[in-house]
């Protein structure tokens, strides 16, 4: 039997793995703040650039036909922006659970995919349907409350703190969807600001501390 | 296997049967690649201590196919879910014994 041992090292070590287990801790803070560049960025780009901002559901100004250039082009934008922050995300997350020793695909990265792919798909595929049929209005509210209660859906195995980035993006899909004139602009707070905040507060809470430890 | 002096199972003396019992106490089942993510240590290290634990009745054992793989599960059972609680209580206990000296 060993000399002394350390019954609070053995503590330490039970709860430690229970929560890796059990939870996806390499999301990183960086890569809110970069999905929120992106984000914003985009909006931007189809607001002024495009003049993209619907102000009914159908909107007469391009939804005369169903795939007009600048709504081809506005979708085009949201695709890039979607691919570029799953990108980073996915890179950031690899590099932070290579740091701690850690692979970065085990069973609660597989838990938390799933537990975000069943809403957004849902989602995905019912935005496709109301383009198609020209409720180009529904876009924003549409992608937010569905991206909402994905992040609802996934907070049991992260973070506490995206169960409330979830259900504040819930609550402005739902804004949207009545003043649809906002659309553009609770998108932009939404997929934007609400990334950049929480990225930078989850930096500060959790990867800073890892830091000193 | 016997309890030793302290009060604490000897079979939780090894870091690595401890781990093994701590994931699968918050984890339903887990197959043996998902486990092994969580140790640095060889498939055959991992694999005895994993033996070592279900001929003490506190994990089960879970074998199917997936395709033509095999695939094994791991799981806790209830002698092990009470003898892994009794364990946290004794540390707990020890520990603030060792605070109060």
Not at chain 1, 150 to 155: R, T
Not at chain 2, 27 to 34: A, P, R, V
Not at chain 2, 54 to 74: A, C, D, L, Q
Not at chain 2, 84 to 93: A, G, I, P, S, V
Request: proline content about 2%.
């Amino acid at each position: 039997m060993k000399e002394s041992p350390d019954y609070a090292r053995d503590l330490i070590e039970i709860r430690s793995m229970m929560e890796r287990s059990t939870k996806f801790l390499s999301l990183s803070g960086l890569a809110g703040v970069m999905a929120g560049i992106y984000a914003l960025s985009g909006a931007w780009i189809s607001y002024q650039v495009l003049d993209f901002n619907p102000t009914g559901l159908a909107d007469s100004t391009i939804s005369a036909e169903p795939l007009s250039p600048t709504l081809l082009r506005v979708v085009l934008i949201a695709i890039a922006v979607l691919i570029l922050a799953l990108g980073t995300a996915v890179f950031l997350s690899w590099k932070k659970a290579s740091k701690s020793g850690e692979k970065l695909w085990n069973a609660t990265t597989r838990r938390v995919i799933n537990a975000m792919a069943i809403p957004l798909v849902a989602g995905g595929l019912l935005i496709v349907a109301m383009i198609a049929k020209g409720l180009t209005g529904f876009m924003a509210p549409f992608s937010l409350l569905f991206y909402g209660l994905a992040l609802y859906n996934a907070s049991k195995f992260t973070y506490e703190e995206v169960k409330y980035m979830g259900l504040i993006e819930i609550a402005l899909g739902l804004f949207s969807s009545y003043y649809i004139e906002y659309g553009t602009l609770c998108w932009a707070i939404g997929f934007g600001g609400v990334h950049i905040i929480y990225g930078i507060y989850l930096h500060y809470k959790y990867e800073k501390s890892e830091n000193i430890n | 296997m016997k309890i030793s002096i302290n009060g604490l199972h000897k079979a939780f003396e090894s870091r690595t049967r401890l781990g093994i019992m701590s994931v699968l106490a918050v984890n339903d089942k887990l197959d043996f690649n998902s486990l092994k993510d969580y140790f640095n240590i060889t498939d055959g290290k991992l694999a005895s201590q994993l033996k070592v634990l279900e001929k003490e009745g506190f994990i089960g054992v879970k074998k199917s196919f997936i395709g033509r793989k095999p695939n094994t599960k791991y799981f806790m059972t209830k002698a092990g879910k009470k003898a892994f609680n009794d364990h946290l209580k004794t540390l707990e206990k020890l520990i603030k014994s060792q605070k109060q000296t």
